[in-house]
């Protein structure tokens, strides 16, 4: 999966080939095939050294999902998937927690990747020591700007990574400031959401601290149908109450 959309940078030898019909005859060693009875060709494999970044955005909202599947318990599925993958692939993933502060953990790759990640998980106290989404938490999980946020990731845009963003968007206030990434290239942006989410009629009250002025506000987080940001298709959804693993691969592909 990860080969098949994220594109390595080059080819690089891998071996000699004895030559039949339907190869390609640019790839024809010459000099080879002069020393020897047969027609040797040249194959190559894709050079890999793609760096996906993954940027983890908490928020409250998070915490609640369909039948004891939270959110952010499918968002750290997603990305330890990915670190699977990716050690698999030789790939690297870097991913970037917006909490209280910006952690930017180092790119890595497979069960190391995976091991460091749990680790920061249980150090921010978002998960107990058997791997269980702690769902209780005290104070706001998330105190960044969306300014804040963008800038991060343009950032890794301009360097061209390939840019993974996971969270449910009940943070995004300013579509027209998101808009403006979320039609590039190497971005790829999933909202992941629960039934609830979904809901168009009742209002759904949301309790929670203003990270900014540490007071209580209410917010309604009834979904919107004429909402641009939904209406352009800029992101793809992941429901909590599906296949997630699956959908994200089918997604992504």
């Not at 894709?46 to 928020?59: A, G, K």
């Not at 209280?100 to 190391?112: A, H, W």
């Not at 009834?222 to 959908?247: A, N, T, W």
Request: charge should be positive; hydrophobic fraction near 40%; aromatic fraction near 10%.
């Amino acid at each position: 999966m990860l080969k098949s959309h994220f594109r390595g940078s080059g080819l690089q030898f891998r071996e000699h080939q004895i030559y039949v019909p339907g190869d390609d005859v640019r790839f024809i060693d010459w000099k080879l095939s002069a020393r020897s009875q047969n027609t040797y060709v040249k194959t190559f494999e894709e050079e890999r050294n793609v760096e996906i970044v993954v940027m983890m955005d908490l928020s409250q909202t998070l915490l609640y999902g369909f039948e004891d599947v939270s959110k952010l318990q499918a968002m750290i599925e997603i990305i330890g998937l990915l670190y699977i993958l990716a050690g698999e692939t030789h790939d690297l993933v870097r991913v970037v927690i917006w909490s209280n502060k910006t952690i930017n953990l180092p790119p890595k790759k497979g069960k190391e990747g995976l091991t460091l990640f749990i680790s920061m998980l249980e150090r921010l106290g978002l998960i107990d020591e058997d791997g269980k989404v702690i769902l209780k938490q005290k104070g706001p999980l998330n105190n960044h700007t969306e300014e804040n946020k963008i800038a991060q990731i343009k950032s890794f845009l301009a360097r061209r990574k390939e840019v993974i963003y996971l969270g449910d968007l009940s943070l995004v206030k300013n579509k027209e400031l998101w808009g403006k990434i979320l039609d590039k290239k190497n971005m790829h942006c999933f909202r992941v959401f629960s039934p609830v989410d979904k809901n168009t009629d009742l209002p759904f009250l949301f309790k929670a601290k203003n990270p900014l002025t540490n007071r209580g506000v209410v917010t309604d987080l009834r979904s919107s149908e004429k909402d641009p940001l939904f209406m352009k298709q800029r992101f793809k959804e992941i429901g909590v109450h599906e296949r997630y693993l699956e959908k994200f691969v089918k997604e992504l592909v």
